[in-house]
């Protein structure tokens, strides 16, 4: 039960972020490896490119890709929500004085994190035709292309999303600020985490962009980066510091919204299983 109400909790955030996910790609891919100014701008800022997506691609080019959406979330973050879940409700968080341990959560985060997207990054590269023609002309390890890059995204996004959320909720509950058992603590939680989250993962959301977008050679290498970290560098060397940060508005509209509505989902959910189980 666990697993299935961290899935269904990532879903409903989805079905109301996945337009954001997007206009955050897409601006993150405009003027790739192209020095600032020398390239023309698309999208000027996250309203631009809902308007321009819109009026040249249509309204249902906002939900492109929402199958494989749901799917890569009810897997990756059922996973990911679930395990860190169970290792809460069995009290491997806390220190021996009963006290939430932030090091334990943000290390629990990070491996939950790791096992959600590594066993999740099938998903994200496309649905079921697309996975079938990748693994036919690259393999089985194609299907896992680009997901070493994406592993230090999630760890560092996992730990500091569920961590925060968790040592917010605490301090919140041990503060008094709203009643025992609000929903307004879960929710006022993962607004702080949202925040967090979106400052820690943007540069590495960035780069595990480029690296599943970029073109291969026949045997499925990378045409454009070596890893992450070569990514990283080209980046930063071609675009500067702020290149690491493009498309950071959308990010937060997207990552935001969704580490919100997917951590309250998740907790309230919870709630009333434990609530009607007791």
Not at 121 to 138: C, E, V
Request: hydrophobic share 45%.
């Amino acid at each position: 039960m666990d697993f299935l109400m961290s899935g269904l909790a990532a879903c409903g955030a989805c079905l109301f972020t996945n337009p954001l996910e997007v206009v955050k790609t897409r601006m993150q891919l405009q003027g790739e490896l192209q020095a600032p100014g020398t390239y023309q701008r698309h999208y000027r800022n996250v309203f631009h490119a809902f308007i321009t997506i819109g009026r040249v691609d249509g309204l249902a080019a906002l939900q492109k890709g929402l199958g494989p959406a749901l799917l890569y979330q009810f897997l990756m973050n059922g996973i990911r929500l679930g395990t860190y879940g169970l290792a809460e409700a069995g009290g491997y968080l806390h220190s021996d004085d009963g006290s939430l341990s932030p090091a334990r959560s943000a290390a629990a985060g990070a491996l939950a994190g790791v096992m959600g997207a590594y066993l999740g990054s099938p998903i994200y590269m496309g649905m079921f035709q697309a996975l079938t023609k990748i693994g036919q002309k690259h393999g089985l390890v194609g299907l896992w292309r680009g997901a070493m890059g994406g592993l230090p995204r999630v760890i560092i996004g996992s730990s500091t999303q569920l961590c925060t959320f968790s040592s917010t909720k605490d301090l919140m509950t041990q503060w008094e600020l709203f009643p025992p058992q609000s929903w307004k603590v879960a929710l006022a939680a993962s607004m702080v985490s949202g925040i967090a989250v979106v400052l820690a993962m943007t540069p590495f959301d960035v780069v595990s962009t480029r690296l599943y977008n970029q073109p291969t050679d026949t045997q499925g290498k990378g045409l454009m980066y070596r890893g992450m970290l070569d990514a990283l560098l080209q980046t930063a060397r071609t675009e500067g510091i702020f290149g690491m940060y493009k498309g950071i508005g959308a990010s937060y509209f997207r990552l935001g919204p969704h580490t919100i509505l997917s951590l309250f989902f998740w907790d309230q959910l919870r709630t009333l299983y434990h609530t009607y189980t007791k």
